[in-house]
Nanobody
Framework: QVQLVESGGGMVQAGGSLRLSCATSVRTFSTYAMGWFRQAPGKEREFVARITSGALTRYADSVMGRFIISRDNAKNTVHLQMNSLKSEDTAVYYC????????????????????WGQGIQVTVSS
């Protein structure tokens, strides 16, 4: 059973930064692609960022230049550094693992991911 556990969420003022982490129980973590999604109240879950097994990265337009996704294969962990936060970044953030086309960068649909964390709240106050 693959487990993903997010940490690092909380409340921050607009313009501030947070760093989310996702620890996984995946034994072959380096072979997975990892993604971050978010869901605001009343909205659908949306793609935020992805890092492939080969460390290629992709971002949603809304976070490009502000968020950075990275991975630490030695610690089976993926991070999301969030800078210049805006009130519209307020959402529950989810970590997800893609066990299939892990070398492909353009996989943005939540349905393509195999495992999910429980989610963690990020609140940005204006």
């Amino acid at each position: 059973q693959v487990q993903l556990v997010e940490s690092g969420g909380g409340m921050v003022q607009a313009g501030g930064s947070l760093r989310l982490s996702c620890a996984t129980s995946v034994r072959t973590f380096s072979t997975y692609a990892m993604g971050w999604f978010r869901q605001a109240p009343g909205k659908e879950r949306e793609f935020v960022a992805r890092i492939t097994s080969g460390a290629l990265t992709r971002y949603a337009d809304s976070v490009m230049g502000r968020f950075i996704i990275s991975r630490d294969n030695a610690k089976n962990t993926v991070h999301l550094q969030m800078n210049s936060l805006k009130s519209e970044d307020t959402a529950v953030y989810y970590c997800a693992a893609d066990a299939r086309l892990t070398y492909v960068a353009q996989r943005y649909s939540a349905s393509l991911y195999d495992y999910w964390g429980q989610g963690i709240q990020v609140t940005v106050s204006s």
